[in-house]
């Protein structure tokens, strides 16, 4: 595997001791800074005291759902689909980029159980293999209209750990009722996958929202956010 590259990042610091850190991916064709933006559009205080935030850029690479196209994507894929098959090479070859964040986070003085790791649409998925197959001793993962493809290696790496009396992070999942990109039903058919593999999972569906952030999802994945990573400092 070639070595991992150094991803471009911008982060919210905390206002205080940092004790505790999110990786917050971004969807395809986006960028880190443009998802940082896009969530201080939705909820202008989604800042923590004690928490860093950062927002990852996948680098561009050839995506074949825009015939070939260059695109800031995590992984490559033949076409949206839970039926198709996963893009493994790419999506490791992506979590070994993404875990040298998170190994620096540590190297920083925050413990893997202080760390959660999430993302929108593709971001979520991306997240979701992070926190399922390479780093299950995180605090947690969320994934906002996200979904992973129905023979995902990502189940059997669940249902493996379990078996064998090892933790999973507990998942949250955010989705648009009306998304007609990510249909709600992947979303719900990975959290009930995920479910049956052993996961703790709490889906919560939004009515009428399309393929988007909003409001309320964004101030109950805050207050989540909080149940896993309190201010042990204040």
């Excluded at 906002?144 to 999942?173: G, H, I, T, W």
């Excluded at 955010?174 to 959290?191: A, E, N």
């Excluded at 995920?194 to 109950?220: D, N």
Aim: aromatic share 8%; hydrophobic share 40%.
């Amino acid at each position: 595997m070639a070595a991992a590259r150094k991803l471009q990042l911008c982060a919210v610091s905390p206002t205080g001791k940092h004790t505790a850190s999110i990786v917050f991916l971004h969807g395809s064709g986006d960028t880190g800074q443009g998802l940082r933006a896009w969530v201080r559009d939705v909820v202008p205080d989604l800042a923590f005291p004690h928490i860093k935030i950062l927002y990852p850029t996948a680098p561009e690479r050839p995506y074949t759902p825009m015939r070939g196209a260059l695109s800031n994507v995590w992984f490559d894929r033949l076409k949206i689909s839970r039926d198709s098959p996963e893009h493994l090479d790419s999506i490791d070859s992506m979590a070994a980029n993404l875990g040298s964040i998170i190994q620096d986070e540590v190297n920083a003085g925050i413990p893997k159980h202080r760390i959660i790791l999430g993302g929108f649409s593709m971001g979520g998925a991306m997240a979701l293999h992070l926190a399922c197959r390479f780093h299950p001793d995180v605090a947690g993962v969320f994934a906002l209209s996200s979904f992973l493809n129905k023979d995902s290696v990502a189940f059997q790496a669940v249902e493996e750990r379990c078996r064998l009396r090892l933790s999973v992070p507990e998942l949250l999942q955010c989705h648009g009722t009306s998304d007609d990109l990510v249909l709600h039903q992947w979303g719900q058919d990975t959290s009930a996958l995920l479910q049956e593999a052993g996961m703790k999972c709490t889906f919560h569906s939004f009515p009428g929202l399309y393929h988007q952030l909003c409001r309320p999802e964004m101030e109950l994945l805050r207050q989540w956010i909080l149940s896993r990573l309190p201010n042990t400092s204040s």
